[in-house]
Nanobody, 128 residues
Framework: DVQLVESGGGLVQAGGSLRLSCAAS????????IGWFRQAPGKEREGVSY???????YVADSVKGRFTISIDNAKITVYLQMNSLKPEDTAVYYC??????????????????????WGQGTQVTVSS
């Protein structure tokens, strides 16, 4: 089975930066996508960004220009660089993995239902 382990969360002041990592293992092909999601208390899980194994990326409008996603294919680790953090970015951040179909693009893979495997989550808290 695919396993995902997130790290890098923490407490940061508004305007600061954090880099989240998602170490993945267990893939049997390179037709996969890894996404980052977040969930704040009392809110639905929200898609933040995703990247396919072949480098296709997408970033949600809510974080565009502040968050960047990248992948180290050798380590199968996906990074989410978060800059200019705001208090409203406070949430538990999850990475997830699922099958990739290049026929779909745009915000399609920001939907949690497209993912089969989930990490345990890492807390990000941004103080004002």
């Amino acid at each position: 089975d695919v396993q995902l382990v997130e790290s890098g969360g923490g407490l940061v002041q508004a305007g600061g930066s954090l880099r989240l990592s998602c170490a993945a293992s267990g893939f049997t092909s390179d037709d996969y996508v890894i996404g980052w999601f977040r969930q704040a208390p009392g809110k639905e899980r929200e898609g933040v960004s995703y990247i396919s194994a072949k480098g296709a990326t997408y970033v949600a409008d809510s974080v565009k220009g502040r968050f960047t996603i990248s992948i180290d294919n050798a380590k199968i680790t996906v990074y989410l660089q978060m800059n200019s953090l705001k208090p409203e970015d406070t949430a538990v951040y999850y990475c997830a993995a699922g099958p990739w179909d290049a026929e779909y693009s745009g915000s399609y893979y920001l939907c949690p239902g497209e993912y089969d495997y989930w990490g345990q989550g890492t807390q990000v808290t941004v103080s004002s």
